[in-house]
Structures are given as C-alpha cells and as structure tokens.
C-alpha cells in the first residue's frame, strides 16, 4: 500500500485517534485476555485460546493498515471557496422535481460513512457532484436506473 490516500483533516485525526486506542486501550485487553486463556491449561483443546488468539491477529492487522494509511495519507486542506465542490466540503442536493434535500459532505473511500452523511469522491453520486458549482443538474447512473440531481449549496 504506496499510493497516496486522500484524507479530511478530521478523518486524519479520527484515524490517528483510533490507532492509539488500538494501542493502548484494545491491544493491552487482547493480550490480558489471552494470559486468561493460556492460564486454563492445554491449548491443544482450548477455545478461549483459540479465540483470544484470532482476535489478536486481527487486532495486529488492523493496527498495520491504519499505520500505512496514515503514513500514507495526504491530508486535503479546505479550500475556503464555496464555490465549487470538492473533498470535505458538505454539499446540499436535492432530486430534481421534488423538494427533497439531502445533505452530505464529499470524504475519501477511506472516511465514507454513508449512514452519518459522508459519502466518497468515487461513489457515484460523490463523483458526479466533484468539480460542480450550485444550480448545476448531475445524472448519476444508480443500481435502480439514472437519478438527476441540482445542487443547492456549498459548504
């Protein structure tokens, strides 16, 4: 993993934040969990062993791909022109021929939540909005057919 990853100053500092609870909070847990286990006696037969080791395992693999993210990662500073939108900016849309507004802001794939309203520069709808100014009209090609949108605001 080489390539530059494109972050928010805030998906930066989450990352960051949860590396070091890796760190010190979850790392110190799997570990005292799997003294727990191995002090049951025979691991040939035990699964709390077996367990706590998967766990650990896991728990390792995420702490290294955070670590190259991060280390990787470009952070994208804010443009302040709310003119055009770009990565990290919120951006207000609504479905052309309803009222209805949807609010996101544009994050990399590696910060997207859709739930919580970020969604990716790469996502259909991220990527049909990058570069767009507010009035324009965008047709994003969906799973469910093609959707026109306008964008209402910027920022």
Known sequence: MSEEILLTKEGYAE???LLEELRTV????VAER??????YGDL???SEYDSAKNEQAELEDRI???ENLIKNAKVIEDSGGKDIV???QKVTI????????LVYTIVSSSEADPINGKISNVSP???ALIDKKVKDKVDVKLPNGVASYEVVSIG
């Open 86 to 88: 770009r990565i990290g």
């Open 44 to 46: 040939s037969e035990n």
């Open 15 to 17: 990352k960051i934040t």
């Open 34 to 39: 799997l003294k727990e286990a191995i002090a």
């Open 125 to 127: 709808v991220g990527a």
């Open 26 to 29: 979850k790392r110190p847990e």
């Open 64 to 66: 290294v791909k955070l």
């Open 94 to 101: 609504k479905k052309v021929g309803t009222k209805d507004k």
